[in-house]
């Protein structure tokens, strides 16, 4: 079957714009995660959904971002007035797991703010 | 909160030699312990994984080890190819859901 799979792959937007980044998980995978990646780090918690519930969001850095998951398969993360630091590789993964293990991850969106 | 650091940054091995990258923590509560692969252009691939019950996995020719005492564990690869050249993360559970990532070792293989 299909992997995890985003769209954009890429997407540059100008300063002040909104974005929104979608994530396909596997087929009947109960955990869904979003992490944002740095060039040359590893990757970092945004935000994590056990089916379309939002259980933990403490890694989102500002209140420009919000993510959803209101069916419980497809998510979108949400970025409004974006600004350069937000640049980087937003990854997307999920799990059959109600846990943090054995997870899938997609192949990214890789976000310019110019 | 949980801290986990890896090293090296980078390594360089010839080709058919064994390669090591180790990584420590801190939260002693952590159990899972997974290693990733990640390729240019792609996302992280699991490649290995090890619970804290269990002190040495092995699939193929990769294996890990883990040291609860100490707090670190390992990532062995044996009889290295040049496909195995990529950048290689290790993480530790923070909580059920959140892992914490180590800042990665970049493998360079030599023909």
């Known amino acids: 079957g299909a992997g995890v799979s985003q769209s954009p792959r890429y997407k540059v937007a100008k300063r002040g714009q909104d974005v929104a980044l979608r994530c396909d998980p596997i087929s009947g995978h109960v955990s869904l995660f979003w992490y944002q990646q740095a060039l040359g780090q590893g990757p970092e918690f945004l935000t994590y959904f056990q089916n379309e519930a939002q259980l933990d969001k403490s890694g989102l850095p500002s209140d420009r971002f919000f993510a959803e998951r209101p069916e419980g398969s497809v998510s979108t993360l949400k970025i409004q007035r974006t600004q350069q630091e937000d640049s980087a590789v937003y990854l997307c993964a999920s799990s059959f797991l109600e846990r943090s293990d054995e997870q899938y991850f997609g192949p990214g969106t890789r976000l310019t703010v110019t | 909160g949980e801290n986990v650091e890896q090293h090296p940054s980078t390594l360089s091995v010839q080709e058919g030699d064994s390669a090591v990258i180790k990584c420590t923590y801190s939260d002693s509560a952590s159990n899972y312990f997974p290693w990733y692969k990640q390729e240019l252009g792609k996302g992280p691939q699991l490649i290995i994984d090890?619970?804290?019950n269990v002190g040495e996995k092995k699939d193929q020719r990769i294996a890990v080890t883990l040291n609860k005492t100490a707090k670190h564990f390992s990532l062995h690869i044996t009889e290295t190819q040049p496909e195995d050249s990529a950048v290689y993360f290790c993480a530790a559970t923070e909580s059920n859901y959140q892992l914490i990532w180590g800042a990665g070792t970049k493998l360079i293989i030599k023909p």
């Open positions: 090890i619970r804290s």
